[in-house]
């Protein structure tokens, strides 16, 4: 079975201060990663997503996340965070082949001062 | 752009009660999925469908039951309500392309 942690639960940063949120996955397979992220009061929405290629991955609003396989982590970050930013951070993950559904992190709460 | 819609924001029932979620999406997507969302825990699935009529049990289903009738229409149904069903429950569309397609969310509380 999958499983996914996410180490920061509540992350408060100033703005322009640089972000990294972790996130380390437990599958023996290849697999599939996403970050979504859920605004106050929206529908999570996805940020970015790795299937294959360069693990560095670049999404929306200037976030990237970095794909090491040789520690199954998929770690999202950005280099300048907005008071926009204040946000919940979702990682995911599903199996290449087989379930199709994600397998979510518990989420980190980010609040960014400004 | 893929919508996913949920039949209600905010729903209050009693202990007891049938419960029906419904959501639809309008993307011609196969695979929809049911997960609940609890602080602290993420978001948990509940049941998925690969194709109408057809359901597989999530991580967990205990409690709950689907119907997928309309391959654009996926329910959710609580047998009889209770309070630790309290929750935000989530509806989610894909493609074969795995990457899903939130709703906005149904507050469910069971009192």
């Known amino acids: 079975a999958q499983s996914v942690s996410q180490h920061n639960h509540h992350v408060i940063l100033s703005e322009a201060a640089s972000l990294e949120l972790g996130c380390n996955y437990s599958?023996?397979?290849?697999?599939?990663l996403f970050w979504y992220v859920q605004y106050p009061g929206q529908h999570l929405q996805l940020l970015l997503k790795y299937f294959s290629g360069d693990p560095l991955v670049k999404g929306i609003k200037g976030f990237e996340a970095e794909f090491i396989k040789s520690k199954f982590s998929f770690n999202l970050r950005k280099p300048s965070v907005q008071w926009s930013d204040t946000a919940e951070y979702f990682c995911?993950?599903?199996?290449?082949?087989?379930?199709?559904?994600?397998?979510f992190g518990s989420g980190t709460r980010l609040q960014v001062q400004p | 752009d893929v919508k996913v819609t949920q039949s209600s924001r905010y729903l209050v029932k009693r202990t007891g009660e049938k419960v029906f979620l419904e959501c639809v999406q309008d993307?011609?997507?196969?695979?929809m999925f049911w997960y609940r969302q609890d602080p602290g825990l993420g978001l948990r699935l509940i049941y998925f469908?690969?194709?109408?009529?057809?359901?597989e049990k999530g991580d967990i289903p205990e409690g709950y039951s689907v119907s997928r009738e309309k391959k654009e229409r996926f329910s959710l149904i609580l047998e009889s309500a209770s309070t630790n069903q309290t929750s935000m429950y989530l509806c989610?569309?894909?493609?074969?392309?795995?990457?899903?397609?939130f709703g906005p969310g149904t507050r469910l509380t069971v009192t």
């Open positions: 599958y023996g397979g290849t697999v599939n």
């Open positions: 469908s690969y194709d109408v009529k057809m359901k």
């Open positions: 995911a993950v599903n199996a290449r082949t087989g379930r199709r559904a994600l397998t």
């Open positions: 989610a569309s894909s493609s074969s392309a795995y990457e899903q397609y």
């Open positions: 993307m011609d997507h196969e695979n």
